[in-house]
């Protein structure tokens, strides 16, 4: 080995060093241990006021663009240390500072703590995997040997370093899909996954109620007699296909697995609970989609840099929406555990937050009456009934 290579390799390892100690100090920062104001994050990077989805977006585009190199050149002949330091300073000089400046200026004046700490979690993955695929870069002048290139996760000596680029990829493009939402794309997409667990809460809850061996209807009826204004409202919304999350799906199978089944004679008039909870908990998914088409589609791409209470209120409004499926799947435990105490105590409890929901969107952004009040008024005095 030459002095010259030999020289090109410290400096390789200097510099991965260095990018690896950036990293580290950026994701407390970026996870919120660290504290910055919006104004103090701009002067930092001295610009104009920032769209931290915007920079988030092409901070990520770039990083992993720099991956994909860095991937290919500790692969294949020849290993080129001098080029392999060439992009870690372009990504530590741009793209990993930039990441973590989103992440700082996004703030909850601005953009809800919602959207806030969404974004900092994608971040934060990103630069984990980044990370661990800096942690691959060779310091030998060798390319990787074929085992540290192609193990797959759960290998003895962890993933190699293929694996390792496919994870850094995934989340730079959940991060890149994040940022293209915008502001009023994410809320309503983050209301669209909720509701689509409320469904599967409904459906698993109809199926139980079936078990029964009883002739009893169904609940399809409801869409017949759907109040007209809701009609109105919720008209061209597509309806989502059921999807939802590993430990959801995993607590309402732990539950069917335990049931007990409603009796014939039902001495606690669990099946009258039921039918009144199912009708509700059905308005109550409309409620979800109502507010995202009339309510958060309608907020801009881009949130208004000046002092509104519009982030404030959406705060309120997304605590309780995020809280709602969480009661009904206790509610559902209730059900099937044939409580009727502890159904209408719960029951209370998950109307009541949809009450409060309807309420906080009952006025437009702008204004004080539109379409979507005269349906929350309407949502209110149904969700009562029962």
């Known amino acids: 080995m030459t002095s010259t290579s030999a020289d090109a390799l410290e400096t390789l390892s200097t ?63 020849p290993f080129t240390s001098s080029a392999i330091t060439k992009v870690l300073r372009e990504l530590v000089g741009g793209p990993v500072p930039g990441l973590a400046a989103a992440a700082q200026v996004c703030t909850a004046e601005r953009y809800t703590q919602v959207i806030r700490q969404d974004l900092s979690w994608k971040i934060s993955r990103v630069l984990k995997e980044l990370k661990e695929l800096l942690l691959r870069i060779p310091k030998d002048g060798k390319i990787l040997a074929d085992d540290k290139k192609t193990a797959g996760a759960g290998a003895v000596g962890g993933k190699g370093s293929i694996a390792t680029t496919a994870v850094l990829w995934a989340a730079c493009d959940d991060l890149v899909a994040f940022a293209k939402r915008g502001f009023a794309g994410n809320l309503s997409y983050k209301a669209d996954q909720l509701r689509d667990t409320l469904r599967d809460v409904m459906e698993e809850l109809k199926e139980w109620g079936e078990e029964t061996g009883d002739d009893e209807d169904d609940d399809d009826d409801d869409d017949d007699g759907e109040d007209d204004g809701v009609a109105a409202v919720t008209s061209g919304i597509e309806s989502a296909s059921i999807s939802s999350t590993q430990a959801t799906q995993a607590m309402l199978d732990d539950f069917m697995n335990s049931q007990q089944y409603i009796p014939r004679d039902d001495p606690d008039n669990i099946r009258d609970r039921l039918e009144s909870c199912l009708k509700r908990l059905r308005l109550t998914t409309l409620l979800y989609q109502a507010a995202a088409k009339r309510r958060f589609k309608l907020l801009p791409h881009v949130p208004s840099t000046s002092e509104t209470s519009v982030p404030g209120r959406l705060d309120e409004v997304f605590t309780i929406l995020k809280r709602i499926p969480d009661r009904f799947n206790n509610l559902a435990m209730a059900f099937y555990e044939l409580d009727p105490t502890e159904i209408d105590q719960l029951m209370d409890q998950c109307f009541f937050d949809a009450f409060a929901v309807s309420e906080l969107l009952v006025k437009p952004w702008d204004g004080q009456k539109d379409e979507f009040t005269d349906w929350a008024l309407r949502f209110q005095v149904e969700i009562k009934k029962g």
């Open 15 to 77: 510099v991965v060093s260095n990018a690896l100690t950036l990293i580290d100090q950026l994701e407390p920062v970026v996870s919120g241990v660290a504290t910055r104001t919006a104004q103090a994050a701009e002067e930092l990077i001295g610009t104009k006021p920032l769209d931290a989805l915007a920079l988030a977006h092409d901070s990520a585009t770039l990083v992993k663009a720099h991956a994909t190199k860095i991937s290919l050149l500790i692969i294949n002949e």
